[in-house]
């Protein structure tokens, strides 16, 4: 996510990273860039003309053309005001009601991934805060807009409630009893999506709201809107006042403007975004680690999070040790790399990593899953003797290996020569006093 | 979009001493409709440098620059129209993303043909997504039309092989193909479409008469994208801009064709099975201006 956008700040910084000073010229035609790129990234255009305005005026105050270390201080102005329009922090835990069960609704336009959100939501829930969730399908005009809404919930084994024969609203309030009888913490009301223009539309929905009285209310929004995002955003505020948006869509290559330009407009936070077609796909938005992704600078937090929430602790610790007396083997290996991709595509993992130009450097690598499964199939074609001695592996063993695991002898000898060259960096670090860790090595 | 005009006339009055004011706020009013950044500099620079020649001080000669712009970039003198086949059936391959509007986009589709007295079949080879069989099986019902579907996870390519084949033996005049929407980087998908696309040549001798990608006219920049996406696996042969009843108008269609050439060739525009419209780049470029 947000690729787009952090590669042109990379390559804006990278230019910019060594100079000692910065001239007017300089900062004035990096605004212009910057603008550029915002604007091809849809932020809302009136966004882009304040979010200049306040890094100028920033940059003026801090005599940053007088600095000496001019690239930190941008670097510094830019990131302060990206989270200023990404929102305030500590807004991102879900509260509940104390006593009685908490109902969400959700609204938005057509095709903007409620449904999809909706149960999304539901299993984080249910997961993260062990609760027990329901569903309401209140949307009784897209055809078969039920039948995929249990077809999802079932998955994660969550009830739906539905009535035939019957109104949006009188479906949310039986729907909402029904629940509460039956002991759910947590209602979540799947709504029809609408046009915000939509006057009749509309005014259901705030008539559902009048008599559910959801604790929260979100806004479903696409992560690839565009200019209109603002205007989208601010019409439903308007007539059925939402507590925050849920962004959806927002893939590898979603440019996610509409993230940077809602809270500006409305001043209600992204609470969630969605980010891929699995369930888990789905998560807390947090505005000071986007905009430190955003700019490059990784998302280390995310990444740890993952890991601890994949990775077995013990196994790691073990891993870690044997790296610190030089013992690694290709078992070891299979088993660090298993609990990698558990944390999610190779992409994804790297893109959280705090490495300068990273975008660049990932188009040239063309890192991929598949890359990964190939390394796992010629490990899998070893013995175990060969996994534990990597260094008794010879012509005839390579040829074996290679059939077996549907790759070419050229592809085994690579990875036989990556992996002693690790261990030879790992035995360096050790030299260093350092104790080495794998990126996931380590996570107390 | 609407908005415009009443602003150039207002921009105009406002400015008229001010002209960098006046471009200014054309540039933003062009990209805040996502019209692109370059696309906006394109049709600007052009409208600009004749105004300034030729000293140009009536608004509504900039007007009329800026609607031939647009209409330009469009290339489109008459309403858009769709290729067909001398030899029925011909076959339209749509696609498209998730949530675009698709299925309804084809279900207008297929009644726009019937109401002219064709005979329609649809192909439903969205054998991914819950309840899209379900989906769609509702508006054919409605329409009295046949539908060709398969249980839910099977092969896409062996709908439309049954499609073609019960279309050629029932002599219809038109087969509509439904595919599944995912996101455009799913390399699986891509995969499919490009299988249903053979499987069609192979059976009829010849690709599509038309490969059409939904677009959402709310979508920004990320729209050109998409059809960047699905025309280098497929070769896009035009575009439905769908949802044009909300207020954004779809700006991005004009880099879509300023860059990649792709024509749009259909507009919906409502929730009736009835919006649903030939292109018209003359009507598209007022509605931008007007």
């Known amino acids: 996510m947000f690729e787009f956008l952090t590669s042109k700040f990379e390559d804006l910084f990278y230019r910019i990273r060594n100079k000692g000073k910065l001239s007017k010229d300089d900062l004035d035609s990096s605004l212009k860039e910057i603008k550029l790129a915002l604007l091809e990234a849809d932020v809302n255009f009136k966004v882009v003309k304040e979010f200049l305005e306040n890094v100028k005026q920033k940059a003026i105050g801090r005599n940053i053309l007088k600095s000496i270390t001019p690239f930190q201080q941008i670097v510094k102005i830019v990131n302060e005001e990206l989270i200023n329009m990404l929102g305030v922090t500590g807004s991102s835990k879900i509260s509940f009601a104390p006593k009685t069960a908490t109902i969400i609704m959700m609204v938005g336009l057509q095709g903007s991934g409620k449904t999809t959100a909706v149960v999304k939501l539901a299993n984080l829930i249910k997961n993260e805060y062990k609760k027990k969730v329901s569903i309401i399908a209140s949307d009784i005009y897209r055809p078969a807009a039920v039948p995929q809404l249990r077809d999802m919930a079932k998955k994660i084994d969550v009830d739906v409630f539905f009535e035939e024969n019957s109104d949006p609203v009188s479906i949310s309030c039986n729907g909402v009893e029904t629940f509460r009888k039956s002991g759910s913490d947590v209602i979540i009301i799947d709504t029809a999506g609408r046009l915000h223009i939509d006057k009749i539309m509309m005014d259901e929905l705030v008539n559902t709201r009048k008599r559910v009285k959801p604790h929260q209310i979100f806004l479903v929004l696409d992560a690839m809107t565009g200019q209109d995002a603002v205007n989208i955003a601010s019409q439903f505020n308007l007539k059925i006042e939402y507590d925050g948006i849920i962004l959806t869509k927002l893939d590898s290559d979603a440019r996610g403007g509409a993230v940077l330009s809602t809270y500006y407009a409305t001043k209600k936070p992204v609470r969630f975004i969605s980010t891929g077609e699995k369930i888990e796909d789905f998560g807390i938005f947090y505005p000071d680690r986007m905009a430190s992704r955003i700019l490059g600078m990784g998302d280390i937090l995310t990444l740890v999070e993952k890991a601890e929430k994949v990775i077995d602790k013990r196994k790691a610790e073990e891993i870690e040790e044997k790296i610190y007396r030089s013992e690694l083997n290709f078992e070891d290996f299979i088993s660090q790399l298993k609990q990698v991709k558990k944390i999610g595509s190779i992409e994804k993992v790297f893109s959280m990593m705090p490495i300068m130009n990273k975008n660049k450097i990932f188009r040239n690598l063309n890192l991929d899953d598949s890359m990964l499964d190939k390394i796992e199939a010629i490990i899998n074609s070893m013995t175990l003797e060969e996994r534990r001695k990597p260094n008794i592996i010879d012509g005839s063993r390579k040829r074996r290996i290679a059939s077996g695991s549907g790759t070419s002898t050229g592809e085994v000898n690579r990875l036989l020569k990556q992996f002693a060259k690790t261990k030879q960096m790992m035995k360096q670090f050790k030299n260093f006093g350092n104790k080495p860790g794998f990126p996931f090595g380590k996570l107390n | ?290």
């Open chain 2, 1 to 290: 979009m609407k908005k415009l005009i009443k602003n150039l006339n207002y921009l105009w009055n406002k400015f008229k001493k001010n002209n960098i004011q006046f471009w200014d706020s054309l540039e933003e009013q062009l990209i805040l409709n996502d019209v692109s950044a370059s696309t906006t500099k394109r049709i600007l620079g052009k409208v600009k440098n004749y105004v300034y020649r030729e000293s140009i001080d009536d608004i509504e000669i900039i007007k009329d620059l800026l609607k031939k712009q647009i209409m330009e970039i469009l290339d489109g003198k008459n309403k858009a129209i769709l290729s067909t086949s001398k030899t029925p059936p011909s076959v339209f391959l749509i696609v498209g993303i998730n949530g675009v509007g698709k299925t309804s986009a084809i279900a207008k589709m297929a009644k726009l043909f019937c109401d002219s007295g064709e005979k329609v079949l649809i192909a439903a080879a969205d054998t991914y997504r819950a309840a899209a069989v379900e989906q769609i099986k509702h508006y054919t019902d409605k329409l009295g039309l046949e539908l060709v579907y398969h249980q839910r996870f099977s092969d896409p390519g062996a709908v439309v092989y049954d499609s073609i084949k019960k279309a050629i033996t029932k002599k219809f005049d038109k087969v509509i193909i439904d595919t599944a929407g995912r996101m455009q980087t799913s390399h699986n998908l891509m995969e499919e479409l490009k299988k249903i696309k053979r499987v069609v040549n192979k059976n009829l001798n010849r690709d599509p008469d038309e490969i059409l990608v939904v677009i959402d006219s709310t979508t920004g920049q990320n729209a050109k994208f998409q059809a960047e996406t699905f025309n280098n696996a497929l070769g896009l042969t035009g575009i439905i801009l769908t949802k044009t009843d909300g207020t954004s108008k779809g700006g991005i269609v004009l880099t879509i064709k300023n860059d990649l050439g792709i024509p749009i060739k259909m507009i919906t525009n409502g929730e009736k099975l009835d919006d649903i419209h030939y292109f018209d780049s003359k009507k598209f470029a007022e509605t931008m201006l007007s």
